[in-house]
């Protein structure tokens, strides 16, 4: 049986990471410690996910071009690779997905938006997407809080415009993906809940 690929997608701060997490636990006691469940996340801790990362942290400087390709590329190995996304979806496991293309389509959105969304038509989609909608000044203080410096994209004026290019970016991919958007001011726990309720709608986990 084909698997199955949940992705979840926000701002930064906006509670992805949490739900990644959350998710993973609940379906391993839904299915038990024979499933195959694979958390993971973009950029990737890979060679080429290592640069993306370094980029955002303003350790090295890439152009916007350049970086695109350094996070298209990582992707590349991420889902075509050996063991990887596709693998495991073929193996019946699960993915669930911290990030996936619509950041990068999102975070990158400018004078290059056809150059990007031609180099992304060879991505597949994922059975499931979550958006999170949390608000900027939310994320931002949710960022402040982790005590940590600010990476390239994590500013208000940045955030506002990646914010509109993630709701052009999901009423595009609603019309043929599923795509379920989540008020990511409610608690975590709330939230989770509300994912179960919507996976089981969409495919029974037990199935």
């Known amino acids: 049986m084909k ?7 926000g701002l930064d701060g906006a509670g992805t ?3 990644v997490k959350l998710l993973e636990s609940s379906l391993r006691g839904l299915l038990g410690d024979q499933a195959l469940i694979r958390s993971t996340a973009e950029p990737t801790h890979g060679p080429f996910g290592e640069i993306c990362r370094q980029a955002l942290k303003g350790q090295i400087s890439l152009d916007r071009r350049t970086l695109a390709l350094a996070f298209t590329t990582d992707r590349c190995q991420h889902v075509f690779s050996e063991g990887g ?3 495991t979806l073929d193996s019946g496991g699960w993915i669930l997905q911290d990030r996936y ?3 990068t389509l999102a975070y ?3 004078p290059d938006r056809d150059w990007l969304e ?5 991505f597949p989609r994922p059975d499931l997407l979550f958006f999170i909608d949390t608000p900027i000044a939310e994320c931002l203080s949710r960022i402040r809080s982790r005590g940590q410096d600010q990476e390239l994209f994590e500013r208000e004026e940045v955030l506002r415009s990646v914010q509109a290019a ?5 009423e595009k991919e609603s019309v043929t993906h599923r795509v379920e958007i989540l008020d990511g001011t409610q608690p975590a726990g709330s939230l989770h809940r509300q994912v179960l309720e919507r996976i089981q709608s969409h495919f029974h986990p037990a199935g």
């Open 3 to 9: 698997g199955r690929w949940i992705v979840f997608e």
């Open 166 to 170: 993630y709701q052009r970016i999901l």
């Open 17 to 19: 990471t949490t739900q």
């Open 101 to 103: 293309l619509h950041s």
């Open 85 to 87: 996304i596709e693998a």
């Open 118 to 122: 031609a180099l992304h038509s060879i």
């Open 108 to 110: 990158q959105d400018g």
